[in-house]
């Protein structure tokens, strides 16, 4: 559990450094660990749950807040978050859905990486039922896996540069947060998530540190490009690692 929660305090510290939470990452550590699987989600999404919180206050302090990005991918990604972590899925299908999140994660990660170079301050608007289709899909894969979505979220809107890219990382935590809060409800329809989740709080607790850690980080110390690359870096070494597991 010592090496557990030193890799969770470090993936919160990184994660968070993007405005991110880590749920892939998390999910991929007690995938490794042999956790059981039916509460690792659960685990993975109060971790995302505490460390986009902290990101949340923060980025909204700074006025970094956008709600007409946010509303429309919400309004079809929470039910089906929802929907989706009601579901039962089989530990080998869960397995490689985990491992094609995480790589597209990382691919996604470098792409956000790349837009910090964008000095264009022409933004787009996207088609409200395009972006409600977006948050749909988004929303479902996260609530099968336990996840935020943020991930997937924020490169897309810095792909089609909907807005500054630090309104993005706000509304990326915001649906973070929501999503993993509707998921969470969903995976608690399952009545054994629940059993057993107390012995894992030194997990939460090292991910609250890693939390306010990343956003120190962000803040004060290092640009937020290079610590996406880390980042980015993380996410595909965890990828290659559990898809060594499940194909080797």
Excluded: H
Excluded at 39 to 53: D, H, Q, R, T
Excluded at 161 to 174: E, F, G, H, W
Excluded at 219 to 236: E, Q
């Amino acid at each position: 559990m010592i090496i557990l929660s030193f890799l969770f305090l470090l993936t919160a510290t990184l994660y968070s450094s993007v405005g991110f939470g880590g749920g892939s990452t998390y999910l991929a550590l007690l995938l490794i660990w042999d956790i059981p699987y039916l509460i690792f989600p659960v685990i993975a999404l109060f971790c995302n749950i505490i460390v986009v919180s902290g990101n949340c206050i923060n980025y909204i302090k700074a006025g970094n807040i956008n709600f007409k990005i946010l509303t429309p991918y919400l309004i079809s990604s929470v039910p089906l978050a929802f929907i989706g972590g009601s579901l039962s899925v089989d530990k080998e299908i869960f397995e490689i859905l985990l491992f094609l999140v995480l790589a597209l994660a990382g691919v996604l990660l470098l792409m956000k990486f790349q837009s910090f170079d964008q000095k264009i301050e022409v933004y787009k608007k996207i088609p409200k039922i395009l972006s409600i289709l977006i948050g749909a899909s988004i929303g479902f894969v996260s609530g099968v896996v336990g996840i935020g979505g943020g991930i997937f979220l924020s490169p897309i809107l810095l792909l089609i540069r909907v807005d500054k890219a630090k309104n993005i990382a706000t509304a990326a935590s915001l649906f973070i947060l929501i999503n993993s809060l509707s998921g969470l409800a969903g995976q608690f329809t399952k009545a054994s998530t629940i059993n057993g989740i107390y012995d894992y709080w030194p997990l939460f607790f090292f991910v609250l540190i890693g939390g306010q850690l990343g956003n120190y980080l962000n803040l004060k110390i290092f640009p937020a490009r290079i610590l996406a690359l880390v980042t980015s870096g993380l996410v595909i070494f965890v990828a290659i690692r559990m898809g060594l597991k499940l194909f080797a």
